[in-house]
């Protein structure tokens, strides 16, 4: 995350529920003057904000200068408990699972956040419902299993405006990765694909965008090794695991689900959509996803330049299709996108570890075009930022900065 480069002044008077809230606001720069101007944070509830992408997601917003989390809801089993107390509980949990792989707890935030509010206590979505309302939540980000996804249903309905890493309620519509599709228009609902997904999709868009118009990508087949720790507060058992590998394909809908979602993120940007094929599969690591893509273009046409692996890395690294807009809102406090180009090509024959790709940057390795034209390389992405919690701060940040898309309620 970026420093924030404002002037915040510190207030211990606040409003309980109000988007007008009471402490005396941040400071930040008129983009357009460089004038100082008043920041009221905006408010955020978290659905699900107990589970482990709930707490990165809680971790990220804690120190956020243009926003604050007012609500936490969890379920009945940590309503009115401290917040810090079922953290700590969870994690120590995670460690007890997984400690053969060696897991480290994330530890707590600090007792106050940036803006000088104590740590929300969790509350059921009964207490929530009666509490708030969207005149005094914004933003709704939600981190649910997917047997929840009624709750995201009943919130929009009720005008709240939602933001989902669940695939409960995603649609071709309304899923997002931004790098290569953006909102048009408002939402009462915007997804964040499966973590894969968020990982393949800018790559994908940079490998589609300059291939075309005299090749087209005809399949891509996609094969994950995912961190075992992707399933958050709810572990697989280690009996499901064949020689520390779990087949994801095979218990749970995970290809699906990506499959299902890259189709309908590529099939609005292209008329003749590309063929995917995908499999999945777990393996011993904490932290971050491992994808090998392989990516088939069509022949090629006569006199035309063979294709190389050099320009293909030359493609990865130029393509930031999110530039203009970083420069804009990075003078908004909306510094969580960052200004890094989205891909970060590694050098390295050998890849990179799972566990040094933090972030919101997806790495590339062992960029390769076969004698055929197919080109294939390995992406590395980590699941909790690129492919949660980031993800879907990263989609509040671009709808709250752009007034067409910031709700009005």
Known sequence: MHSDSSATVPSSISSHNNLVSKTVPPVKLNPRNQTPVTVVPVTVALLGGT???????????????????????????????????????KESALESHHERLGYVPQPPPPHRPVHGENLPVPMTIQTFLQSFSPSTIRYVISTVAPSLGHIESTLSSLNFTVITISPANRSPANTFVLEHKIPRSPLRVYASPNCVACGVAPVLSAICNNAAPKQTVTHVTITTI?????????????????????????????????????????????????EFDVRCYRGGALRGHVIDLRVSLSDQQPRQAKLTASTVVSWLESFDPLSSY???????????????????????????????????????SNVDVSD?????CTIVVDNLMKGAAGAAVQIMEYVEFHDHLRPKN
């Open 51 to 89: 589970g482990l992408s709930g707490r990165h997601t809680f971790s990220i917003l804690h120190e956020h200068p243009s926003f604050t989390v007012k609500a936490i809801i969890g379920s009945e089993a940590s309503a009115n408990i401290p917040y810090i107390e079922t953290w700590k509980k």
């Open 226 to 274: 995912q961190s075992l720790t992707g399933r958050g507060d709810s572990p697989y058992p280690s009996s499901l695991c064949i020689n520390n590998i779990l087949p994801v394909g095979q218990i749970e809908e995970t290809e699906t689900y990506l499959k299902s979602e890259l189709s309908g993120l590529f099939s609005s940007s292209s008329s003749d959509p590309p």
């Open 326 to 364: 970083h420069a804009s809102a990075s003078f908004s406090s909306f510094h969580f996108t960052g200004s890094s180009p989205p891909i970060l090509v590694s050098p390295s024959p050998t890849g990179v570890l799972q566990s040094s790709v933090t972030g919101m940057q997806i790495v590339v």
């Open 372 to 376: 055929s034209g197919c080109i294939r």
